[in-house]
């Protein structure tokens, strides 16, 4: 059974750090994008960040660049993001996405992720 499990989201003051987690069973990362994206209320689902397993290439939106890093570990079938200097506008349900394919250039388009987690909150508020 395909699953991703997301982790690690919280409530944190403006300025602090959280690390998701995405841990990826019944298949394996390789040669997968793993996007994550996230939604707050009433807003659409946008994408954050994804990175190519294959080749380790990442790509974030303008709004999260310099404050959050994604990366791997394939021996653990798990994708990290490490958010820093986080801000109220970071609030959110992030999920991690699974596309079956390296990251091209559409890399932020939801339609081409064929798995998604449940969902984690995180929170930023003082």
């Keep these: 059974q395909v699953q991703l499990v997301e982790s690690g989201g919280g409530l ?10 995405c841990a990826a069973s019944g298949f394996t990362l390789d040669y997968h994008c793993i996007g994550w994206f996230r939604q707050a209320p009433g807003k659409e689902r946008e994408g954050v960040s994804c990175i190519s397993s294959s080749d380790g290439s990442t790509y974030y939106a303008d709004s999260v660049k310099g404050r959050f890093t994604i990366s791997r570990d394939n021996a653990k079938n798990t994708v990290y993001l490490q958010m820093n200097s986080l801000k109220p506008e970071d609030t959110a349900v992030y999920y991690c996405a699974a596309d079956p394919y390296p990251c091209g250039n559409n890399y932020f388009l939801v339609a081409l992720y064929e798995y998604w987690g449940q969902g984690t909150q995180v929170t930023v508020s003082s």
């Design 12 to 21: 944190v003051q403006p300025g602090g750090s959280l690390r998701l987690s």
